[in-house]
């Protein structure tokens, strides 16, 4: 109660920090005119001005009333949009690095170039993160006609770009791309051998769309880009014959952590199954150590069978399991679920079983967004999620008002006792309003719910289209079309389409289609019929209500329906939204109170009644939001261990980068070639250990092995008043000119180069090993809970000691190898190059057989004496010209590589 009167008397800290913008927004406005006589080169002028006063040291706070004037006009000029005082706010919040919470319709899409500039003046690069990569490429095309009005640069990023234009595209002012892209490039540059082929050039500014799709719907899963491992398929194909033959008394099912597990007699009936097939050795049984894979097939195989669903949570298309994103209903092509599950749903569904993958690199999308100096993000719906957006991510969230009041009507849920009873009254509700010629956009949480409704609708004369998965490709068109009279659209989840249901269907399309079907047409005159006959439609629909959302079923998250909701009622338009639910639902059934259950069995409810009430309404969100808590908990759980990760893959990846800036490393392997001569020392010579009792031998063997000299270590070692300093210093002395000798074999540049490359590949393999060691522990470490022991604390300990461990390795390694390398021997090298030129002149005649003599023939008309088959004739060839032999190659690459 006392909070209700504070909030009345001081506002809430939302209204606090909107009043706080509008001064601001009152300075932008007033620069309004100013930027209008500004001439096209005037505006590119004032971006070079703000460009050279920001990077003298100006803050960009300074600056923003003036940029945000310029870009304002910019957008009017090249788009014909001019921003409203609400959508200036959300670029104020975003520049601050917050999350500016908008609705659907208020164009975010435009609001962050507003910010994107400001933040570009610096020349630091700004990231403007998409969901997918039609909206990236959308984007990117509709405001580079913006930033290019300003003299800015725009490039995108997409799958399977080739690496120049990549980093074309990277080193732009601005740049659109996908979170994965991102992701994926970040890992990908840290696995490169120099800077030259990085495409990133740091995280500066980064403004995320659909925020809480991407920083909270995505965090559960990282990102891994790995390698193929060893073929299992006929074990998984195995494994999966048996599930069938299971009953409910094997195995129990958690729908809440979605989990399956043998039960007791479950254990017993596949360890005799797994025997009778000839998998389970004789003698063997599922709780011995040697088990532990075929244990790990067969609980994948349980998962895939009674946890994932065809057509709700993958399809397959091609022959190829393709994964759906429950959030958006998109179908995520090359996402593989990792652990051997994925391959075990391919044996369910029968299709090629691709390889397991060993992990090469990973990072989590909570850990890669926190690299950006200031991070903001954009989305209808964040509110719900303000918590979690704070805690991990350090950001604000503001709800900015929109542009006109909202209009649209949310009715109650009504609630029905079984699916059969709420389906026959959506079906009833889609009659009604289309009778009158209202569009509907109807809800559903998977392709197979959307498809069953289809068929009702189907059955019921009502015409309708579909949007889901399988008609990703037609998305832009049905959803031009969901706004015009008496149009049906069904929809798995509508997040993250980027694009507005617009009353009375869409007018850029309608013109678009009717210039293809007719390309002689006037554009002009085509263009103001379309718009005289939209004005009529929409006239229609408004007249009809506007736009009715009725959705069939509640979401796990409130995000979501909420975000099902604002598709109505943009821009003040009227619309109405209604959720039709069940008892039978997978909320309701899995995490609904019994008390609601026990109300409406209480009140009689007649066959076909429905329960509509705010207190309903109230018991579903909190069932939501304990979903979401739980969610949350799982996220903020596998941040703390992917944080562990995460200090170790900083140091392995700054380290990584410091090799390649710098061009001397001699000072890096010597300081490695000491620390492995001190760990030796101390193992075979203890400090405060007589000398008869150090093992000379054994320090001369490991010597041998680490750094490829024998050293008269039992002779120091009994020379009068010699200690562990001494020798230690005299291994020192000699190893060092050991590898300068090698140096000068070598030449002081090529020398540097080996080093470099032995350096990267050496720190590459052992974090490979290192994560496949993590990705062990992580799986066994929570058993560690069963002996009173936290599992977190656990695995820091254990995780620091394998990263020792790492690098202690990698010393060893990098010195072994470095005393292994030799420049080849004359003999050596001519043997190489005779047996190349034998393969090469052998490829080329078996090619080419009637021009094997003319070239041969050619080829001497070279110089006096050249052959190309003997290098003794070729002279001294530069390192960067073709090599004599006639391969193509350079020089450096073929006969003169090392």
Request: with cysteine.
């Amino acid at each position: 109660m006392l909070g209700a009167l504070a909030r009345k008397i001081f506002g809430t800290p939302n209204d606090r920090k909107v009043k706080s913008a509008r001064p601001l927004v009152a300075r932008i406005n007033a620069l309004e005119d100013e930027a209008k006589a500004r001439s096209d080169e005037g505006l590119i002028e004032k971006t070079r001005e703000l460009q050279q006063r920001a990077q003298s040291g100006e803050s960009l706070d300074a600056l923003l009333p003036e940029a945000f004037a310029n870009c304002r006009e910019g957008a009017r000029r090249a788009l014909g949009l001019r921003a409203f005082d609400t959508q200036l706010m959300g670029g104020i919040f975003l520049h601050q690095g917050n999350i500016a919470e908008m609705k659907t319709g208020e164009g975010k899409t435009l609001v962050a170039t507003f910010p994107a500039y400001l933040n570009a003046l610096t020349g630091k690069g700004v990231h403007i993160v998409t969901v997918n990569d039609y909206l990236a490429k959308r984007d990117a095309d509709w405001m580079s006609k913006v930033f290019a009005q300003l003299g800015m640069t725009t490039g995108v990023v997409v799958p399977f770009q080739p690496e120049p234009e990549k980093r074309q595209a990277y080193a732009a002012d601005i740049t659109y791309a996908t979170n994965n892209e991102l992701g994926f490039d970040y890992l990908r540059d840290n696995m490169k051998a120099s800077i030259e082929e990085m495409v990133q050039r740091g995280h500066n500014f980064a403004i995320v769309d659909e925020v809480d799709s991407i920083l909270i719907d995505e965090a559960r899963t990282p990102l891994i880009i790995s390698g193929p491992s060893q073929d299992r398929s006929d074990l998984y194909r195995a494994v999966d014959g048996f599930i069938p033959q299971l009953d409910e008394s094997h195995y129990t099912i958690d729908e809440k952590t979605r989990n399956a597990t043998f039960t007791e007699e479950g254990n017993e009936a596949v360890e005799q199954m797994l025997s009778a097939a000839g998998i389970l050795p004789q003698g063997q049984t599922l709780y011995d150590p040697e088990s532990t894979t075929i244990v790990h097939h067969i609980s994948q195989a349980l998962r895939a069978h009674k946890l994932f669903h065809r057509d709700q949570n993958y399809i397959v298309r091609d022959g190829e399991i393709v994964l759906i994103d429950e959030f958006t209903g998109r179908m995520m092509k090359g996402r593989r679920l990792s652990d051997g599950l994925h391959q075990a749903i391919e044996a369910k569904e029968n299709v090629a079983i691709q390889p397991e993958n060993v992990t090469l690199a990973s990072v989590t999308f909570q850990n890669y967004f926190r690299l950006y100096n200031t991070l903001s993000g954009m989305t209808g719906t964040a509110a719900t999620e303000a918590e979690e957006f704070a805690e991990i991510y350090k950001l604000g969230v503001v709800e900015v008002p929109t542009n006109r009041p909202i209009q649209r009507l949310d009715e109650h849920d009504r609630v029905y006792r079984t699916a059969d009873e709420k389906y026959a009254a959506v079906v009833e509700a889609i009659k009604e309003a289309n009778a009158k010629g209202q569009p509907i956009l109807v809800g559903t949480t998977s392709i197979e719910k959307s498809e069953m409704l289809s068929g009702i609708l189907t059955r019921e004369g009502i015409a309708h289209n579909v949007l889901n998965a399988r008609q990703h490709e037609a998305e832009a068109q049905i959803v031009a079309d969901a706004g015009k009279p008496g149009a049906v659209t069904i929809a798995t989840n509508m997040a993250g389409r980027g694009t507005d249901i617009q009353l009375g269907g869409n007018v850029e399309m309608k013109v678009m289609q009717a210039l293809a079907a007719d390309p002689e047409a006037n554009p002009d005159t085509l263009r103001a019929q379309i718009e005289a006959d939209h004005a009529t439609d929409k006239q229609r629909v408004l007249d009809a209500g506007g736009l009715f959302v009725l959705a069939t079923e509640r979401h796990e998250s409130r995000r979501i329906d909420n975000q099902l909701r604002g598709r109505s009622g943009r821009q003040g338009d009227p619309g109405r939204s209604l959720f039709f639910l069940s008892l039978e639902d997978d909320l309701m059934r899995i995490f609904g109170s019994e008390r609601l259950e026990k109300v409406l069995s209480t009140l009689g409810m007649k066959e076909g009644e429905a329960i509509v009430h705010p207190w309903v309404n109230k018991s579903l969100e909190r069932a939501q939001a304990k979903v979401e808590a739980r969610n949350f908990d799982i996220r903020k759980q596998l941040l703390k261990f992917d944080d562990v990760m995460n200090d170790q893959r900083k140091a392995i990846f700054s380290q990584r980068l410091e090799i390649m800036e710098t061009d001397e490393l001699r000072d890096i392997t010597a300081d490695m070639r000491h620390q492995v001569i001190d760990d030796l020392i101390a193992e075979y010579m203890p400090p405060k250990s007589y000398p008869e009792q150090w093992d000379n031998d054994g320090l001369k063997a490991a010597l041998r092995d680490s750094v490829n000299m024998d050293l008269p270590i039992a002779d120091w070692a009994t020379e009068e008043g010699t200690d562990q300093e001494i020798i230690t210093e005299r291994i020192k002395d000699a190893t060092d000119a050991f590898m300068a000798d090698k140096t000068a074999q070598f030449g002081e540049d090529t020398m540097r180069q080996v080093e470099k490359q032995i350096l990267l590949q050496m720190i590459d393999q052992k974090w490979r090993e290192h994560l496949v060691t993590l990705e062990h522990l992580r799986s066994v470490v929570g058993f560690r809970g069963y002996a009173q022991r936290d599992p977190l604390s656990e695995y820091k300990t254990e995780a620091f000691q394998l990263f020792e461990s790492l690098l202690d390795g990698l010393r060893g390694d990098v010195t072994k190898q470095l005393s292994l390398i030799r420049p080849l021997t004359e003999a050596e090298r001519e043997a190489m190059m005779r047996q190349f030129a034998e393969q090469q002149a052998a490829a080329q005649a078996a090619q080419h057989p009637e021009h094997a003599e003319a070239e041969g023939g050619a080829a001497s008309a070279h110089a006096p004496g050249f052959d190309e088959n003997d290098p003794a004739t070729w002279g001294n060839p530069s390192r960067n010209d073709p090599c004599p032999c006639g391969s193509g190659k350079k020089f450096k690459h073929c006969h003169g590589a090392l």
